[in-house]
């Protein structure tokens, strides 16, 4: 299994979407990353969300409801290969909706 | 084996011991309902204040986010701000749910938060090209909405767990 962890591999402080709104955005985290990740093995990946200074909506849809959006990946392909620590509880259940209603909105074209 | 005159002796010493361990039984009846009753209503007095600060911070959450949403300038100290207070809800919001008021259920404050936390930080909250939204706009709107649905389960499972006495 492989492991990412947001705070120590990526940022303490994510925010913003795209580059253009600062330099750890969501976009950034998603290709410079989780991509490689996903394509580069067949392992289960790990994301620890804990440790860093609270997560905007805006982050976290273009972190992970992106990967479907922008790189092709379906909601099953993820339910199968990720899954994530969080302490604070509320941030995986948000992470997991931002993909299914990204799915739901593919679905619908 | 008793004799009678033993059988005396025990019926006078029931006559004087049990009224007064009535009198004590009685006592401690009266200390373990009114120790029941002062610690309902400290519990009662600590969740009304954890409410009210909820309450507070949802408050101060919009202020902030009206601040922050209808000036574009604002930036990364006010957006800061907003997500130390979303985090801070949170955290209260589950405190409460899984401790306080267990009777509301986890997975209607889990999507009230998440509402919450979508509208508040969601859109454009921290991208360098946005522009001020009006007050009436859509994602305000939402966040007020949200604010309040998050209350109105409060309110109710607080009064559930506690009614008003008539």
Avoid at chain 2, 82 to 100: G, W, Y
Avoid at chain 2, 108 to 123: P, R
Avoid at chain 2, 146 to 152: D, F, K, N, P, W
């Amino acid at each position: 299994m492989a492991n990412i962890s947001i705070a120590a591999d990526f940022s303490e402080f994510p925010a913003g979407r795209i580059p253009d709104d600062g330099p750890n955005s969501g976009e950034r985290f998603r290709e410079e990353l989780l991509v490689p990740l996903l394509n580069g093995t067949d392992e289960h990946i790990e994301i620890n969300l804990d440790d860093t200074l609270g997560y905007g909506s805006s982050f976290l849809d273009e972190a992970f409801a992106g990967l479907l959006r922008i790189n092709g990946f379906s909601l099953n392909q993820l339910k199968k290969r990720i899954r994530f620590i969080d302490s604070r509880i509320i941030y995986e259940p948000m992470i997991w909706k931002y993909i299914e209603e990204e799915s739901n909105r593919a679905v619908r074209g | 084996m008793p004799c009678a005159a033993d059988e005396v002796g025990l019926l006078e010493y029931a006559r004087v011991l049990l009224p007064s361990l009535l009198v004590i039984a009685g006592w401690f009846v009266v200390y373990s309902l009114q120790k029941q009753a002062a610690l309902r209503q400290d519990t009662r007095k600590d969740l009304r204040a954890r409410i009210d600060r909820l309450e507070g911070d949802l408050r101060g959450l919009n202020e902030k986010c009206i601040e922050y949403y209808t000036d574009s300038t604002k930036g990364f100290e006010t957006s800061t701000q907003i997500k130390v207070l979303t985090d801070d809800i949170r955290r209260q919001s589950l405190i409460l749910s899984k401790n306080f008021l267990v009777n509301i259920g986890g997975s209607k404050v889990n999507d009230g938060l998440i509402n919450l936390m979508t509208a508040a930080t969601g859109g454009k909250f921290e991208s360098a090209n946005r522009i001020s939204l009006k007050s009436n706009d859509r994602q305000l709107s939402q966040l007020f909405q949200s604010t309040a649905r998050l209350i109105t389960l409060f309110e109710d499972g607080f009064f559930a767990a506690y009614p008003p006495v008539a």
